[in-house]
Antibody, heavy 120, light 112 residues
Framework: QITLKESGPTLVKPTQTLTLTCTFS??????????VGWIRQPPGKALEWLAL???????RYSPSLKSGLTITKDTSKNQVVLTMTNMDPVDTATYYC????????????WGQGTLVTVSS | DVVMTQSPLSLPVTLGQPASISCRSS???????????LNWFQQRPGQSPRRLIY???NRDSGVPDRFSGSGSGTDFTLKISRVEAEDVGVYYC?????????FGQGTKLEIK
């Protein structure tokens, strides 16, 4: 059974750095073709890709947010970490951890999501 | 980024009746390998999105066969042959041919 779960702060102040951790089970990030990424959804709005990291450490970032994003993986711990610098109230959103797999297509598994509010 | 445009944005449907959602992309979604990476997701109220369809017309495991996807190039459609109460939610198309993958605005399906 494949599961992904997001963890991190629910409230951050403007200009602070957000660090989110995705802990997954049921698959390995050392398997060829596997990637884990982050998607966010502001309240009542549509979904937006943030970043993606592949089994071979290839990393992709949203061009509009790239300068503030860093994604890393710890294969031994089955974890992927996303950091976002200089948080702003417009970054208030539910952040989802997702799996990408070449064989079965993108976003075949999602975490439950974690709501992050940016406010002073 | 590739812009995905869905219509309608609101879709009231009578139980048992068909429903159709259109999705158009600002550029072709045919990848260099010949595949078209257009996907459909369902987000029920209070839940995470769930993938229904990948690569235009492939239904995910566990997805009822009343859901079907079709289309090519830049024009795609999700059809529900007979709407049931559990189909209420927001439906998103999403392209993964070009990075970053981009989503449509969402179509809210409700029961009349």
């Amino acid at each position: 059974q494949i599961t992904l779960k997001e963890s991190g702060p629910t409230l951050v102040k403007p200009t602070q750095t957000l660090t989110l951790t995705c802990t997954f089970s049921g698959f390995s990030l050392s398997t060829s073709g596997v990637g884990v990424g982050w998607i966010r959804q502001p309240p009542g709005k549509a979904l937006e890709w943030l970043a993606l990291i592949y089994w071979d450490d290839d990393k992709r970032y949203s061009p509009s947010l790239k300068s503030g994003l860093t994604i890393t993986k710890d294969t031994s711990k089955n974890q992927v970490v996303l950091t976002m610098t200089n948080m702003d109230p417009v970054d208030t959103a539910t952040y989802y951890c997702v799996r990408n797999y070449y064989d079965s297509g993108p976003l075949d598994y999602w975490g439950q999501g974690t709501l992050v509010t940016v406010s002073s | 980024d590739v812009v995905m445009t869905q219509s309608p944005l609101s879709l009231p449907v009578t139980l048992g009746q068909p429903a159709s959602i259109s999705c158009r992309s600002s550029q072709s979604l045919v990848y260099s390998d010949g595949n078209t990476y257009l996907n459909w997701f369902q987000q029920r109220p209070g839940q995470s999105p769930r993938r229904l369809i990948y690569r235009v017309s492939n239904r995910d495991s566990g997805v009822p066969d009343r859901f079907s996807g079709s289309g090519s190039g830049t024009d795609f459609t999700l059809k529900i042959s007979r709407v049931e109460a559990e189909d209420v939610g927001v439906y998103y198309c999403m392209q993964s041919t070009h990075w970053p993958g981009t989503f449509g605005q969402g179509t809210k399906l409700e029961i009349k």
